[in-house]
């Protein structure tokens, strides 16, 4: 996918932007606080509708305006369309060639991204929540129809556990209550499991590779799916099964807790290197290199899954990068890709090369 | 002056919350209202009242009727061994307009959503299951919406009923009629494809 044109209005420290991007190389510069970041992230959200670091969508939005929007027109393969993401006070919507989505989720994981940025280090240094949205957000790119089972999910559990909260309301009625919550979350959950295992097993390939590409060394990167409930390797039904089972073993718990304690929110990703456990045991340089690869594997895996090559967005990240996994970097994205790359100065190996140059200062850009 | 008077403030807030209308659609039917001739206005308000006043549940089916019970019920040619359960009221005109169902109806008035603080003792499940124990219904149809709160609602009732031995059905979801196949959104087509049927 190519994103061939950037148009921004109240976005951040954005008033008003139209820029154009080339297929290939795009290199993006400005001294820090200038709006580098905010220019990546608003093509992020482009893609995901949320942001990798705001949680609240009105801080999206430009001090003193109500609605903001992110459009953008992209090349997939032969065809070209428009994609616009609006933010108001009343929520998100999306457009997809002009006409409005029904749902703006529906629009979710149509452009195809995938966002390198220096917090990436908890990707394998993080809590398991990191993993999770990893998990997530992988499955997002997949498209709308893919991500309805995370979408499904997790609107089960918001139901399950508002029932939880006050479950002494129902009284005998309880059981009667809860039970249609189970069956909507065992199988949304089972849906949710079987799309990261398989997710998994096609990055534990691509991560053990690029991690020896990356550093020349045979050590052998595991990663490994550790639910919370057991389940066998079966198919979905099977595992529906187990975490229905597993639900109502939990029940006690589950009430005194007040909160849903079986499921894929719970799920952990375990990263092995050499055997040894990632998190606690590798050294920070370990540590970088693993989620370089990690968002190596995304980016593949969207690739393989959908046949869409993602726009590789790279945030600050090329200067702690060494020389050979900038080049890396670089030749992934070959003919018919994309990368935009953000950084503070221009790097030694782009000095005369091709791909085109932006400089960034204060909300505006320019092409050098 | 920053603010209306306080009658205006007043019937602001009154319609702001309405279903689909926030603080900028009230300001904007509000002063509308104050510029049209009273009449009008007049017009709307006991239109308002009289509905109000004369619309009531329907005692068999909870539809909205003007009489004891609605015209759906009160209709003699109506399959009485067909029942088909909906969420609301604006649900049985949109089975109506369809003209391809001859059986009754029943009005959940919702669907079961925890958030919301909807459970199954906010519905009208007892009453539904009052009407099944008389033995006249032979297949209860289940249309509530394809949701995660209808779909849950969906799955409760149709435990509620097995026992009863009456055949439970849920209406299909999939593809809008006349469209083309490249213009379904990817969900509903997944859907479709997933709930394909043999020919």
């Known amino acids: 996918m190519i994103l061939e044109s950037l148009e921004l209005l109240n976005y951040r420290n954005y008033p008003e932007l139209k820029i154009e991007f080339i297929e290939g190389n795009n290199l993006i510069l400005g001294r820090n606080a200038q709006g ?30 109500e609605n903001a929007y992110v459009k953008g027109v992209i090349i997939d393969d ?49 809590d398991p929540s990191r993993r999770r949205e990893f998990m997530d957000e ?40 809860m039970d249609p919550w189970d069956d909507a979350l065992s199988r949304a959950g089972a849906a949710v499991v079987v799309e990261r295992r398989k997710m998994l097993s096609a990055m534990s390939e691509s991560v053990l590779r690029s991690y020896e590409e990356v550093t020349g060394a045979e050590k052998k990167v595991e990663l490994g799916y550790r639910g919370s409930f057991e389940a066998g390797p079966g198919r979905r039904e099977e595992i529906e099964k187990s975490m229905r089972q597993a639900l109502s073993h939990a029940s006690v718990r589950e009430r005194k807790a007040r909160t849903t304690l079986v499921g894929p929110h719970r799920d952990e990703v375990e990263i092995r290197l050499g055997g040894r456990d990632t998190r606690a045991l590798a050294s920070q340089g370990e540590q970088r290199t693993l989620s370089f690869c990690l968002r190596i594997a995304q980016k593949e895996y969207l690739e393989s899954e959908t ?23 670089l030749r992934a994205a070959g003919p018919g890709a994309q990368s935009l790359v953000t950084a503070t100065e221009m790097p030694a190996e782009k000095q005369g090369g091709e791909g085109r140059v932006f400089v960034v200062e204060k909300g505006s850009v320019s092409v050098v | ?20 209308i926030g603080p900028k659609s009230a300001q904007r039917i509000a002063l509308h209202l104050l510029s049209v001739p009273s009449e009008e206005t007049d017009r709307l308000a006991a239109a308002i009242v009289s509905a109000k006043e004369n619309v009531r549940y329907c005692s068999v089916c909870f539809n909205i009727t003007e009489q004891d019970t609605c015209d759906i019920c ?12 909906v969420e609301e009221p604006r ?31 906010e519905l009208r499940f007892a009453e539904l299951m009052g009407r099944l124990r008389q033995g006249q219904v032979g297949e209860l149809v289940i249309a509530t919406n394809p949701n995660a709160e209808g779909e849950a609602t969906a799955m409760y009732l149709s435990r509620m ?25 990817e969900v509903t087509l997944g859907r479709a494809l997933e709930h394909r049927t043999p020919l």
């Open chain 2, 91 to 121: 649900d049985v005109i949109a089975i109506e307009r369809s003209g391809s169902y001859r059986g009754i109806y029943h009005v959940l008035g919702g669907a079961i959503s925890p958030i919301d603080g909807v459970g199954p003792e």
């Open chain 2, 1 to 20: 002056m920053t603010r209306y008077t306080e009658s205006v403030e007043n019937l602001i807030e009154n319609l702001c919350g309405l279903p689909g």
């Open chain 1, 307 to 329: 046949g869409r090559v993602p726009v590789m967005l790279l945030d600050d990240v090329f200067s702690e990068l060494d020389s050979q996994r900038r080049k890396g970097v």
């Open chain 1, 78 to 126: 032969e065809r070209r369309f428009s994609l616009k993401v609006g933010i108001s006070p009343g929520g998100r919507t999306a457009q997809l060639n002009g006409q409005i989505m029904e749902t703006p989720g529906k629009a979710r994981g149509v452009f195809k991204c995938v966002m390198f940025s220096p917090d990436d280090l908890y990707l394998v240094k993080g």
């Open chain 1, 138 to 177: 992988t499955v997002e790119g997949l498209g709308p129809v893919r991500a309805q089972v995370t979408a499904d999910y997790r609107r089960a559990l918001k139901q399950r556990n508002a029932l939880l909260r006050d479950w002494e309301k129902y009284g005998r009625a309880l059981e009667d209550a």
């Open chain 1, 36 to 65: 580098k970041s905010n220019l990546l992230e608003s093509i992020y959200f482009l893609s995901h509708q949320k942001s990798f670091r705001a949680s609240r969508m009105r801080d999206l939005v430009l001090e003193g305006r």
């Open chain 2, 74 to 85: 009160e209709d003699t040619r109506r399959d009485r061994t067909v029942l088909c359960v």
């Open chain 2, 161 to 185: 009923v097995r026992p009863l031995g009456i055949t439970v059905t849920r209406i299909a979801s999939g593809l809008p009629v006349g469209g083309d196949l490249e213009y379904a959104d």
